[in-house]
């Protein structure tokens, strides 16, 4: 028996409709805001992530699916959507396009981790990319945007951590107040930070094991470390997140996997899904496509993990789940009734209804048992007599009330169906 590989889904019929609520939430809050749909390849050169993503960080140095094509190119499997729509938007020269760029996706991505609950190797994602705006006004459209994503799926106990982690001119002096402050305690770091503190030290500040955050609590803050520009524009997000009643609590230990975040960054972070309770997470992004090749660009932008939203549905939202139900199911008995019921159905597909009819060789009575389990509203019964008469037996499901529908009359049966 041939299994589905470790880490992936199968996301059935029953379970598919959650996804299609959450994707449905996604396009209409962005539509509001002004949010295009971009669409790209599900395999980048590999350089791009490396270059982009951070050839530090452990997306790039554990997780990538790498693969050497027939030509000797190396490519890998979209491990996220930032690097490819930075890619996409120098390639497409929409860096030249009116500013702000405002984009949006729904994408499965990969990563090589080890699975868990919340954890997988091929996982989904919303994000939203706003390009070509510094000001603290594009990060709060763009948290807003998530937020009000958030809002629209009903989801309770989902908190928003914010925090700067600077630029190139602040991180620096703070890179080397925080490998002072590890150096003098390495012995007690897990052997991953040990290595981050040569590599990248602010990923400690976010190391899951309990000694490492433990040591992390009293690490110097990035926030005390910023440069009169960074700190302005921290304070000008913060004033704007009050503006909108956005509620959030302001986390040094925010600083987020990938190497491109420059200024702020964000977490929305679930209280009911376990340990892997980051259900959106982003910030600005102001080097990344002048580092991947392309014109001095700002960016801002988020990606929210469909998978963990799906588990934290769960514990409540707003979806309502609403069986599918088909207008008309039309039992035949006999081959000059199918021929007949055959061409009902397509008229009433042609005008917009849903309609089946038995296409297995059922029985009447299995027929009917069918009708009820794909939730038909409406039954219509042909046989020899009722092609003879003209009329046929039309029942709604819903009240049980009979009457009688004249096969000729397509009319007459849409409006019993309405
Ligand atoms: P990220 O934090 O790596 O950021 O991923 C964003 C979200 O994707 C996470 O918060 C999580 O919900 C989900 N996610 C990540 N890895 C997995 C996994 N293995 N299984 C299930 N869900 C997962 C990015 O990807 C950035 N590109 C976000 C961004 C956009 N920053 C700026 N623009």
């Given at each position: 028996?041939?299994?589905?590989?470790?880490?992936?889904?199968?996301?059935?019929?029953?379970?598919?409709?959650?996804?299609?609520?959450?994707?449905?939430?996604?396009?209409?809050?962005?539509?509001?805001?002004?949010?295009?749909?971009?669409?790209?390849?599900?395999?980048?050169?590999?350089?791009?992530?490396?270059?982009?993503?951070?050839?530090?960080?452990?997306?790039?140095?554990?997780?990538?699916?790498?693969?050497?094509?027939?030509?000797?190119?190396?490519?890998?499997?979209?491990?996220?959507?930032?690097?490819?729509?930075?890619?996409?938007?120098?390639?497409?020269?929409?860096?030249?396009?009116?500013?702000?760029?405002?984009?949006?996706?729904?994408?499965?991505?990969?990563?090589?981790?080890?699975?868990?609950?919340?954890r997988y190797r091929e996982f989904y994602q919303f994000g939203a990319e706003l390009f070509g705006a510094t000001t603290p006004s594009a990060d709060v459209e763009l948290i807003a945007l998530a937020n009000d994503f958030l809002k629209t799926l009903g989801i309770t106990g989902i908190?928003?951590?914010?925090?700067?982690?600077?630029?190139?001119?602040?991180?620096?002096?703070?890179?080397?107040?925080?490998?002072?402050?590890?150096?003098?305690?390495?012995?007690?770091?897990?052997?991953?930070?040990?290595?981050?503190?040569?590599?990248?030290?602010?990923?400690?500040?976010?190391?899951?094991?309990?000694?490492?955050?433990?040591?992390?609590?009293?690490?110097?803050?990035?926030?005390?470390?910023?440069?009169?520009?960074?700190?302005?524009?921290?304070?000008?997000?913060?004033?704007?997140?009050?503006?909108?009643?956005?509620?959030?609590?302001?986390?040094?230990?925010?600083?987020?996997?990938?190497?491109?975040?420059?200024?702020?960054?964000?977490?929305?972070?679930?209280?009911?899904?376990?340990?892997?309770?980051?259900?959106?997470?982003?910030?600005?992004?102001?080097?990344?496509?002048?580092?991947?090749?392309?014109?001095?660009?700002?960016?801002?932008?988020?990606?929210?993990?469909?998978?963990?939203?799906?588990?934290?549905?769960?514990?409540g939202s707003k979806y309502n789940q609403k069986k599918n139900s088909v207008d008309l199911y039309i039992a035949t008995l006999g081959e000059a009734a199918s021929v007949k019921a055959t061409e009902i159905c397509s008229e009433l597909l042609k005008k917009g209804y849903s309609a089946e009819t038995d296409i297995v060789g059922r029985s009447l009575k299995a027929q009917m048992k069918y009708a009820n389990k794909i939730n038909a509203k409406n039954t219509l019964i042909i046989g020899d007599g009722e092609l003879e008469s003209g009329k046929?037996?039309?029942?709604?499901?819903?009240?049980?009330?009979?009457?009688?529908?004249?096969?000729?009359?397509?009319?007459?049966?849409?409006?019993?169906?309405?």
């Amino acid at each position: 028996m041939i299994q589905k590989p470790r880490g992936t889904m199968d996301i059935l019929p029953g379970e598919s409709e959650k996804w299609q609520f959450i994707e449905n939430a996604a396009r209409n809050v962005c539509k509001k805001r002004g949010f295009n749909e971009i669409r790209f390849p599900t395999f980048e050169e590999t350089q791009l992530f490396q270059r982009g993503v951070g050839n530090t960080t452990d997306v790039v140095q554990k997780e990538m699916y790498t693969f050497i094509d027939r030509d000797g190119t190396s490519y890998s499997l979209r491990p996220e959507g930032t690097a490819s729509v930075s890619r996409a938007v120098i390639e497409n020269g929409l860096a030249y396009d009116t500013m702000p760029l405002k984009l949006f996706y729904i994408i499965n991505c990969f990563r090589h981790e080890r699975p868990q609950a919340g954890r997988y190797r091929e996982f989904y994602q919303f994000g939203a990319e706003l390009f070509g705006a510094t000001t603290p006004s594009a990060d709060v459209e763009l948290i807003a945007l998530a937020n009000d994503f958030l809002k629209t799926l009903g989801i309770t106990g989902i908190k928003l951590h914010v925090n700067s982690i600077g630029c190139p001119s602040c991180r620096p002096a703070y890179k080397n107040a925080l490998v002072k402050y590890f150096s003098s305690k390495s012995n007690e770091l897990c052997e991953t930070c040990q290595n981050r503190l040569n590599t990248n030290p602010l990923r400690i500040l976010d190391c899951k094991s309990p000694v490492c955050s433990k040591i992390a609590f009293d690490a110097p803050k990035t926030t005390d470390h910023l440069c009169p520009e960074c700190s302005a524009h921290f304070e000008g997000l913060k004033a704007r997140l009050d503006a909108c009643q956005i509620e959030y609590t302001v986390d040094p230990h925010i600083v987020r996997g990938l190497d491109y975040y420059t200024r702020t960054v964000f977490e929305f972070i679930s209280e009911n899904i376990g340990a892997q309770s980051t259900v959106c997470g982003g910030g600005r992004y102001d080097g990344l496509v002048e580092q991947i090749g392309g014109p001095a660009l700002s960016g801002i932008g988020f990606a929210a993990g469909i998978n963990r939203l799906v588990l934290s549905m769960e514990n409540g939202s707003k979806y309502n789940q609403k069986k599918n139900s088909v207008d008309l199911y039309i039992a035949t008995l006999g081959e000059a009734a199918s021929v007949k019921a055959t061409e009902i159905c397509s008229e009433l597909l042609k005008k917009g209804y849903s309609a089946e009819t038995d296409i297995v060789g059922r029985s009447l009575k299995a027929q009917m048992k069918y009708a009820n389990k794909i939730n038909a509203k409406n039954t219509l019964i042909i046989g020899d007599g009722e092609l003879e008469s003209g009329k046929a037996q039309f029942r709604n499901m819903e009240n049980g009330e009979q009457s009688e529908a004249l096969l000729s009359d397509l009319e007459k049966l849409e409006n019993l169906l309405k």
